[in-house]
């Protein structure tokens, strides 16, 4: 039976339909709530119209730039194959055990918890439903159900972005609760980031903190806010020192330094390598040149007008969060 069990178990991860039901009368249909408990999200999905349900597998998409999955739960009795998550999607199977028969009418099918991590409305979508009866035939369904987790939000209020080309980025960010204006209001875009800024806020959006400093030869002169932070992304290997072993906090970053950052944050989904083909590529530093070809291929950055990468440029503000979020995307996509 356990062998049975699981040859049915793969054939409904891998979504194999039996030939013949898919045009079936009578569909279930499938609802979704959503409700906010605290920090905590939950995601209840229920079918009624349902005929000798035995197992089932449920596909959802949800956003994971403002949701962590942290579990899922069945009122169904048997066995429950272990989530899978990607991204931000997530795929759960359920089987009863044994020759019994199916649930009829309607049922509470799964209960799904996050954890908000990131202001803003959330969107969970049931994307696919395949439910299997007590003969092992299977059906397949599309509900495209979706419900949006409110509250959470940070009411963004900068009065210095509107018509900037990283307004919508930038308001993104704050939402998400990662980086933040200053007290007057304002983000202001444009004003160049330091090393210690730039750490804190790619340390924020990967959640990386480290309560264990690490060794620089200036580790005394690092502002206090910024070093649990500073201390996560250089024991990530994302952040490096220099040769002389000093970190430098406020020496501003370079458009080429922050590119090697973000590459370093986002292996091994880049692979680093390449020649870059911006018109001034001449000028980008030879240890620079294989993170900024893979960030070009990736999408994470782009070039100014000529296509030129000004890779000396100090880094701004707006630069940093833009390419921060494309980070973000790129690792729970």
């Avoid at 028969?101 to 803003?120: I, N, Q, Y």
Wanted: with cysteine.
């Amino acid at each position: 039976m356990k062998r049975k069990l699981m040859i049915w178990l793969v054939a409904l991860l891998l979504c194999v339909t039996m030939p013949g039901m898919a045009g079936a009368a009578d569909k279930p249909q499938f609802r979704m709530s959503v409700t906010t408990e605290g920090d905590e999200v939950i995601a209840i999905i229920s079918a009624s119209g349902l005929t000798d349900l035995y197992g089932f597998e449920l596909q959802v998409s949800y956003d994971p730039l403002r949701m962590k999955f942290l579990k899922s739960e069945s009122s169904f009795t048997g066995f429950s194959v272990p989530p899978l998550v990607k991204g931000g999607n997530l795929t759960l199977a359920h089987t009863k055990v044994g020759p019994v028969t199916g649930v009829s009418g309607e049922a509470e099918l799964a209960t799904l918890r996050f954890d908000r991590v990131g202001g803003g409305e959330a969107v969970f979508r049931l994307e696919e439903a395949s439910l299997v009866d007590s003969q092992v035939q299977m059906l397949s369904y599309k509900p495209g159900i979706a419900e949006i987790a409110e509250g959470g939000e940070r009411e963004v209020k900068l009065v210095d972005i509107g018509g900037h080309w990283g307004e919508n980025d930038i308001a993104e960010a704050v939402e998400l609760g990662w980086v933040t204006g200053y007290s007057d209001g304002t983000f202001r875009p444009d004003k160049s980031i330091n090393r210690a800024e730039y750490a804190v806020m790619l340390a924020r959006a990967l959640g990386l903190t480290s309560a264990e400093e690490q060794v620089f030869s200036d580790s005394g002169q690092l502002p206090s806010w910024s070093r649990p932070y500073i201390s996560g992304v250089a024991a990530a290997g994302i952040v490096n020192g220099y040769s002389d072993g000093l970190f430098r906090p406020e020496r501003l970053v370079t458009r080429e330094e922050m590119t090697a950052m973000i590459v370093r944050a986002a292996a091994p989904k880049v692979e680093v390598g390449g020649e870059p083909t911006f018109a001034d590529s001449a000028e980008i530093a030879a240890w620079a040149k294989p993170y900024v070809q893979a960030a070009a291929d990736a999408g994470l950055v782009k070039g100014k007008g000529g296509n030129r990468f000004m890779p000396a440029d100090s880094a701004t503000r707006a630069e940093a969060a833009t390419m921060i979020l494309n980070l973000l995307r790129l690792l729970r996509v």
